[in-house]
Each structure stands twice: as C-alpha cells, then as structure tokens.
C-alpha cells in the first residue's frame, strides 16, 4: 500500500510538539507523548491478521475514535499535553486518507480516502498491474518515491520539523535521530524492492 512513511508522520508530532512547547510548559514526558502519538497507531501493522482484508488501516486504531477520546480524557482531565497528543493521533488519521485511505469512521466500515497518489485507471486494473511485480508492495513503494508531490511534501516537513525545533525546543534537537531511522528505514527498504525487481 502506498502509506505515507513514518519520518512524515513523525516530522509532524515533532513540529506540534515544539510548537506547543512556545505555548505551554511540557515536561520531557509531556513532550514525548505528543511525537508518539503521531506514530504510535502505525504499529496495529503487528495486527492486520485481525483486519478485514487483511488492511491493518481497518482496524479501529485507523479510525478517528482513539484520538476522540483521547482527547476527551485530556479535556475532563486538564491535561492540556494529553489534549495535544490527541490532536497528533487525529492528524495522522487525516494524513492517512490522503493516500490510500483508512476506515476514518470505523463503524460504517467505509474506506474514506482521497487515493491522490492513483489513477482511477490503475486503480481499476490494480489486480493485473500488481501481478506485474515480484512483490506486489513495489508498485506502491515506487509510486511513492516518484510522486513530486511526496517529495515536497517530504522535504517541506523536514524543513519545518528542523526549524520548529530549534526555534521552540532546542533541547530536544536530538530527537530529529530518531527521523533519520524512520527514513533510513524506507529508503533501505526501497533499495531492496528495486533490487529484487531487476533481478
Ligand atoms: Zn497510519
């Protein structure tokens, strides 16, 4: 599936958890809580055994009413870094309808998703193109990387995470490591799909 990487969704809890630094005062915890919060849902991938048609962004974790209550918790309990942590969760959920889309209701079972990164024409074929492939997960991989609008995207949100955090919250520059593996992840991962399509 084409999925927006994890450095992306991550750069995003980075810079709303230094922005929020400039207005509030977040302890290290606090501060942690709102950049995993961006990231965290990601890990249900462990469970799509359990999701229908075998999407992990079936399952609930996907859909809007994690962070909903999340941040209902944060309203009933004051806990203004639990609020924003809610509202992280709540962007990437957004963030994921504008690829390939994710069960945003939950309920209605209905995959809300804008699919900007595929024609309708591929999509109709999808079947037959992804047989093309030695793994079907290189379709994907490749269209990513070669969609200009990814690459801004990318490169824009690494801009502002680095910028946010030295302007709001210098003392946690180092946390930008952690962006690296994320990306060093899918470029390795890119890497091996191209190999493994040449061959
Ligand atoms: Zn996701």
Redesign the pocket.
């Known amino acids: 599936m084409i999925?927006i990487h994890i450095n992306c969704h991550y750069a995003i809890g980075v810079i709303l958890a230094s922005i929020a630094c400039s207005f509030f005062y977040l302890n290290t915890i606090e501060f942690w809580l709102i950049v995993i919060f961006s990231t965290v849902?990601?890990l249900d991938i462990f469970l799509k055994k359990f999701a229908l048609d075998r999407n992990h962004?079936n399952l609930i974790s996907?859909s809007i009413i994690p962070s909903l209550i999340i941040i209902i918790i944060g309203t009933f309990t004051l806990w203004i870094a639990l609020i924003i942590s809610g509202i992280s969760y709540l962007l990437?959920i957004i963030i994921?309808t504008l690829d390939w889309g994710t069960n945003f209701f939950y309920f209605n079972h209905k995959n809300i998703g804008f699919r900007f990164l595929i024609s309708k024409e591929d999509l109709r074929n999808l079947e037959k193109i992804l047989t093309e492939y030695k793994n079907p997960t290189s379709f994907f991989d490749f269209k990513y990387y070669k969609n200009k609008i990814i690459q801004t995207i990318e490169i824009l949100l690494f801009i502002l995470m680095v910028i946010s955090i030295i302007n709001f919250a210098y003392n946690y520059l180092y946390i930008i490591i952690f962006y690296f593996l994320g990306l060093l992840f899918h470029i390795l991962r890119h890497y091996h799909l191209l190999k493994i399509e040449k061959n």
Do not use: F
Request: proline share 0%; glycine share 0%; charged share 45%.
């Open positions: 999925i849902c990601d962004r996907h990437h994921d």
